[in-house]
Structure formats: structure tokens, C-alpha cells
């Protein structure tokens, strides 16, 4: 089967990538409204293709300190996906979903740690709906890891996933808004021979 990767990516190919980040975004906020049990609105999703090494950049700067919630992505297509959020955010989304007034100071505890991988699972489980809608593909994702460090260190996990597809990844971000903003950026890495069942699927290979 022939593969391809993100430096031969057509532009009908990257209007379906952005389709799914502007479909993964609205049920991401969906489900975080849920969640949270309050309106939030969501700004239209930037959808970029980068440099590996323009990424951190993109996010504020390689040692700002991020929330990353990583999974492996298994089913008709395989890879992994990672949503990142700046750790003053993280700490907001877990004092509302947790009931505690304005937000949480110092280092999250067990239980808030685990409050934070829960909102990673459902927001990426938002976007891995969308694709498997768009596709009609059976997608699973894995139970999340937890990351909280320097934006440059939590790309470098996923970094060999990133180089088996190229030097470009995909990067979509998400402003989620309730009575403060919030970025979060979002990851899809699929592996290079998932790009052609992924094209195929929409009658594009």
C-alpha cells in the first residue's frame, strides 16, 4: 500500500484535516460545556502545518509550562494524538469542574491530576469522533498519560511519532471561552501508511 506523508499533503487533503479540527472543536466544546456544566463558546480552530521545531514556538515558547494529555490511537488507523493546554488553564478547568472557587494554586494533587487526564480524554475523544465520523472508520484511542512540564519536553516525547511522518505535523488550535480564554492545541499523528486509509476513505487516494 502506498503511504504519504505531511510534506506531500495536498490542499484538498488539508481542508479535510481542517474540517476535522472545525467538527473536532465544536464537540469538544460540547462536551466541555457538559462537563463543566456551563456555556462555553469556542473561537473558529487555527489549523497549521509546521515545522516540528516551529511548534513549541507556536504554543507561547518551548519552556512555557504546558498540560499534555498523550494517547495512542488504535483501530483501522494507528498513531497518536496529544492536546496541550497552558498549566494556568489546566488548573482553571479543574477548579470548575471540581466546584472550587477562583482557581488552584502550587501543584495538583492525585485527584485533581486525574480530574485534568479526564478532560484531556473526553476533548481528544471529541476529536477522534469527528474523524471517525467523517471517515466511517473505527478509531480507539488508549487511556491517557499526564504530562505537566515545559512545552519543549512534552513535544520530545511523541518526537520519533512526529519524525516518521516528516519534518511537518498538524497542529489545530482551540480557544475555548467561559468567563476567561483558553487555548488548547491539539495533535493528530497518524502513521504514514494511516494518511492513505485516511484519504481513501474520503475518495481521495
Request: charged share 20%; with cysteine.
Amino acid at each position: 500500500m502506498s503511504t504519504m506523508n505531511l510534506e506531500d499533503i495536498s490542499s484538498q487533503y488539508f481542508d479535510v484535516l481542517k474540517e476535522i479540527g472545525n467538527i473536532g472543536a465544536g464537540n469538544a466544546t460540547t462536551a466541555l460545556s457538559q462537563l463543566l456544566n456551563s456555556k462555553v463558546d469556542m473561537m473558529v480552530p487555527q489549523v497549521r502545518l509546521l515545522d516540528f521545531g516551529e511548534v513549541g514556538a507556536s504554543m507561547g515558547g518551548e519552556e512555557k509550562v504546558m498540560a499534555g494529555i498523550y494517547l495512542m490511537v488504535e483501530g483501522d488507523i494507528t498513531g497518536s494524538i496529544m492536546f496541550l493546554l497552558d498549566e494556568k488553564a489546566a488548573h482553571l478547568l479543574v477548579a470548575k469542574l471540581m466546584g472550587i472557587e477562583g482557581t488552584i494554586e502550587g501543584e495538583l494533587d492525585e485527584i485533581q491530576l486525574s480530574a485534568l487526564k479526564e478532560i484531556g480524554n473526553i476533548i481528544t475523544g471529541a476529536y477522534l469522533n469527528a474523524l471517525s465520523m467523517l471517515t466511517n472508520m473505527k478509531i480507539y484511542p488508549s487511556i491517557p498519560d499526564l504530562c505537566i512540564d515545559m512545552a519543549g519536553a512534552i513535544l520530545s516525547v511523541p518526537a520519533i511519532e512526529f519524525g516518521a511522518v516528516g519534518d511537518k505535523i498538524l497542529l489545530i488550535q482551540t480557544q475555548f471561552t467561559d468567563e476567561v480564554e483558553l487555548d488548547g492545541f491539539f495533535v493528530l499523528v497518524p502513521d504514514p501508511e494511516s494518511y492513505h486509509k485516511i484519504m481513501a476513505s474520503l475518495g481521495m487516494a
